[in-house]
């Protein structure tokens, strides 16, 4: 009987022992299997935000033409013999008499502090055709453009006299 109690406390001091040793280094084991996962997840994501990344910057280089394009429509700064060059091309194409041409204020784009807007107030006359002339060229045109308002008004009580035609428009610029 002896034999089996000393048996059993061997059996028990064996367990201990190897609980005291060897579970330690099992956590530590767990503990390092976790960590190497979570980075090996983390390498996962940051393989695919690379992968996004290389997309875009794929999808620009087949973009350059239409970025030259905004590149060239955003003027690097209201240059105004370019702004009246572009209205008065545009309006001596479509074959108006010119009256006045008024320069307004150049603001700020609201939500955009590098974006300007130019004011031009036109005052010219001619007929519809003259009229939808100009304005296909205004929107053909690479500059951006924006058409605020369009007025009509009749000089005399004659229907033979063309129409003086009013236009207030507003050409953008960039400024870094």
Not at 59 to 68: E, F, H, K, N, V
């Amino acid at each position: 009987m002896q034999k089996t109690i000393i048996t059993i406390v061997i059996l028990l001091v064996a367990i201990a022992a190897i609980v005291m040793f060897v579970y330690p280094s099992f956590e530590k084991l767990r503990m390092t299997q976790a960590t190497i996962e979570q980075k090996q997840q983390e390498a996962k994501e940051l393989k695919e935000y690379v992968d996004q990344l290389q997309n875009i910057v794929y999808q620009l280089r087949g973009s350059q033409d239409q970025l030259a394009k905004i590149n060239q429509s955003l003027l690097q700064s209201t240059y105004l013999p370019s702004a009246f060059q572009l209205v008065q091309s545009a309006l001596s194409s479509s074959g108006v008499r010119i009256e006045s041409i008024k320069l307004g204020k150049e603001l700020p784009v609201k939500n955009n502090k590098n974006l300007f807007g130019q004011e031009v107030d036109l005052k010219f006359s001619g007929g519809y055709p003259a009229l939808k002339s100009f304005l296909m060229s205004l929107e053909n045109n690479s500059r951006l453009v924006l058409i605020n308002n369009i007025s009509f008004s009749q000089q005399e009580a004659s229907t033979k006299l063309l129409p003086k035609i009013g236009i207030g428009i507003e050409i953008f610029s960039y400024s870094n």
